[in-house]
């Protein structure tokens, strides 16, 4: 069972997010966006979350998924969101290398 906090799961897999509505954030640090991103996504490194949250792109009830390059720092990512009211936000399983693996198939 995954785990929860709010009502939506932590994680949602790359297959989820296909048909979603919703902002895209990479929280790899700026040298692992710059090499390559999926398309439209934001970077906020993780390390910088807590310097920009004046200025975070959503709001606390909007719709976002996170991702990093495998799923460990998303879920730190979203852990910290969630703990101070941002409910409708989840890291995408597997990261960016899963995604890479959706766009090569």
Same mark, same amino acid.
């Given at each position: 069972?995954?785990?929860?906090?709010?009502?939506?799961? =932590?994680?949602?897999?790359?297959?989820?997010? !296909?048909?979603?509505?919703? @902002? =895209? =954030?990479? *929280?790899?640090?700026?040298?692992?966006?710059? $090499?390559?991103?999926?398309?439209? !996504? %934001?970077?906020?490194? $993780?390390?910088?979350?807590? %310097?920009?949250?004046?200025?975070?792109? *959503?709001?606390?009830?909007?719709? &976002?998924? @996170?991702? *990093?390059?495998?799923?460990?720092?998303?879920?730190?990512?979203? $852990?910290? $969101?969630?703990?101070?009211?941002?409910?409708? #936000?989840?890291?995408? !399983?597997?990261? &960016?290398?899963?995604?890479?693996?959706?766009?090569? #198939?």
């Amino acid at each position: 069972m995954q785990p929860k906090t709010g009502n939506k799961p =932590i994680e949602i897999t790359i297959e989820d997010i !296909a048909n979603s509505l919703g @902002v =895209i =954030i990479d *929280c790899r640090s700026s040298e692992e966006y710059e $090499l390559s991103h999926m398309d439209n !996504a %934001i970077n906020i490194p $993780l390390q910088h979350l807590s %310097i920009r949250q004046d200025s975070f792109p *959503c709001r606390k009830e909007d719709t &976002f998924f @996170v991702y *990093c390059k495998t799923g460990n720092r998303s879920n730190t990512f979203i $852990l910290y $969101l969630r703990s101070i009211g941002y409910s409708n #936000c989840q890291s995408i !399983a597997g990261g &960016f290398e899963s995604w890479r693996e959706t766009k090569t #198939c």
